[in-house]
Nanobody, 114 residues
Framework: QVQLVESGGGLVQSGGSLRLSCVAS????????MGWYRQAPGKQRERVAT???????NYAESVKGRFTISRDNAKNTVYLQMNSLKPEDTAVYYC????????WGQGTQVTVSS
């Protein structure tokens, strides 16, 4: 079955950086668009960034220029490098293949203090 395991979250001060990782199993990882999503308390889950099998990336306006999504197909892993973090980036971050809408991991908590 599909499994998604996110890691790398934590508590960081405003302006700091974190690198999130997500290992996927149970799918042919290299063939899927992968996405990072986040859900802040009291808000709907939103898409943060996506990456195609070939490495083409797309970002939400709120994170452009600060976040970088990348992937290592040999490791079935997608990454999210987050720089210049802001308190409004505080959320639980999830990854999943963009077309497999029913599959979510446990997420990883990112908390940015002001």
């Amino acid at each position: 079955q599909v499994q998604l395991v996110e890691s790398g979250g934590g508590l960081v001060q405003s302006g700091g950086s974190l690198r999130l990782s997500c290992v996927a199993s149970g799918i042919r990882f290299s063939g899927f668009f992968m996405g990072w999503y986040r859900q802040a308390p009291g808000k709907q889950r939103e898409r943060v960034a996506t990456i195609s099998p070939g490495g083409t990336t797309n970002y939400a306006e709120s994170v452009k220029g600060r976040f970088t999504i990348s992937r290592d197909n040999a490791k079935n892993t997608v990454y999210l490098q987050m720089n210049s973090l802001k308190p409004e980036d505080t959320a639980v971050y999830y990854c999943r293949p963009t077309t497999l809408t029913d599959y979510w991991g446990q997420g990883t908590q990112v908390t940015v203090s002001s």
